[in-house]
């Protein structure tokens, strides 16, 4: 598992993870944005994961990241995730209204995705790689 620096080199990895697939990542950096909207952007159609029998289908993917970076911590260990102000009542709320939502921990050991939903979805998985394949494949619906 490779350690960020900072939240901002995380984000970086996670736009350019994206892209290398085809799909459209948007960081959203910007001070003028509504208060507590995620950090990444992504939509796309991908044909990964995607097939029945022989048919290829397009898959439309799209959501909102929000990005932590603690490297501090590990997969098993029990911590509080530093959200800043409006940050988590906007992801829940975006969810509530059918937007896939999602927080990425990257850990020293590891990355823990919640989902959020009515009832979180919480997974772990050890790279980038398959974080993007979660948010690409987690989240579908036929073209």
């Known amino acids: 598992m490779t350690k960020f620096k900072s939240e901002a ?3 970086r990895v996670i736009v350019q993870a994206f892209r290398k697939k085809g799909i459209m ?10 208060r507590g909207i995620g950090d990444v952007y992504f939509s796309g159609y991908t044909d990964e994961g995607a097939g029945i029998d022989s048919l290829s289908v397009k898959l439309k993917s799209s959501g909102w990241i929000e990005l ?16 800043r102000g409006g940050q988590l ?4 709320q ?10 990425l ?34 989240h579908y619906r036929y073209r």
């Not at 932590?68 to 911590?79: A, D, I, Q, T, V």
């Not at 009542?89 to 829940?92: K, P, Q």
């Not at 975006?94 to 927080?103: I, L, N, Q, S, V």
């Not at 989902?115 to 980038?128: A, G, L, T, Y």
């Open 68 to 83: 932590k970076n603690m490297p501090s911590f590990h997969l098993e260990e029990s911590y509080t995730i530093p959200y």
């Open 94 to 103: 975006m969810a509530r209204h059918g937007t896939p939502t999602y927080t």
């Open 105 to 138: 921990i990257a850990l020293a050991d590891g990355i823990k995705i919640i989902e959020h939903s009515e009832e979180d979805k919480i997974i772990q998985v050890r790279s980038i790689d398959e974080a993007i394949n979660y948010f690409i494949t987690g």
């Open 9 to 11: 080199s995380l984000r």
């Open 25 to 34: 990542a948007q960081p959203i950096e910007s001070s003028s944005t509504a």
């Open 89 to 92: 009542s906007w992801l829940n």
